[in-house]
T-cell receptor, first 117, second 111 residues
């Protein structure tokens, strides 16, 4: 059964370093998403991506974040200069379709646990 | 291979009906099972279940876990149109807090 995969499963980095979180969405999906969940807090939407550009982003997704689809399979989230508060679980998701009002089925990856020291 | 399977994939009921959503799992290093409601963007947390047989309740929603038969159910009584959403089940596994997600049940409540 097709699934969304994410690597690495966990990453520890020093404050100020750049990290790249990788996701392989389901192959026929066209819409991609990143979410994060700080430990003990709610899941937060970061960004959605379609046709090689950002469709929507939250206020969390500032200039230190960027997303890219470098090839036909990977979808990456780059955090340029990590801060302590970036420590969180980062989930990637993909969907076949996109509904402006929500309600499309999104398939989630298992997450990358990022710890910034 | 770890997996989480939800059923049904979609469900349409009338306001006032009671619904039961199912989640079965095969996960090697089970830590907990979580239910989320996703309406527009980020899923919102509903329940975390770690022990068998203990019902968790929040208003009209309740959930229970069976660790022997490896499943959980989410019940919604007296459904309202605002309950329309995708309900996601996820199992937390291992030591990295990774989640194995189900594909969700799309619930539509008709007035």
């Amino acid at each position: 059964e097709p699934e969304v995969t994410q690597t690495p499963s966990h990453q520890v980095t020093q404050m100020g370093q750049e990290v790249i979180l990788r996701c392989v969405p389901i192959s026929n999906h066209l819409y991609f998403y990143w979410y994060r969940q700080i430990l003990g807090q709610k899941v937060e939407f970061l960004v959605s991506f379609y046709n090689n550009e950002i469709s929507e982003k939250s206020e969390i997704f500032d200039d230190q974040f960027s997303v890219e689809r470098p090839d036909g399979s990977n979808f990456t989230l780059k955090i340029r200069s990590t801060k302590l508060e970036d420590s969180a679980m980062y989930f990637c998701a993909s969907s076949e379709i996109y509904l402006a009002g929500g309600g499309e089925t999104q398939y989630f990856g298992p997450g990358t646990r990022l710890l910034v020291l | 291979e770890d997996k989480v399977v939800q059923s049904p994939l979609s469900l349409v009921v009338h306001e006032g009906d009671t619904v039961t959503l199912n989640c079965s799992y095969e996960v090697t290093n089970f830590r907990s099972l979580l239910w989320y409601k996703q309406e527009k963007k980020a899923p919102t947390f509903l329940f975390m279940l770690t022990s068998s047989g203990i019902e968790k309740k929040s208003g009209r929603l309740s959930s229970i876990l069976d660790k022997k038969e490896l499943f959980s159910i989410l019940n919604i009584t007296a459904t309202q149109t605002g309950d329309s959403a995708i309900y996601l089940c996820a199992v937390e596994e291992g030591s990295n807090y990774q989640l194995i997600w189900g594909a969700g049940t799309k619930l539509i409540i008709k007035p």
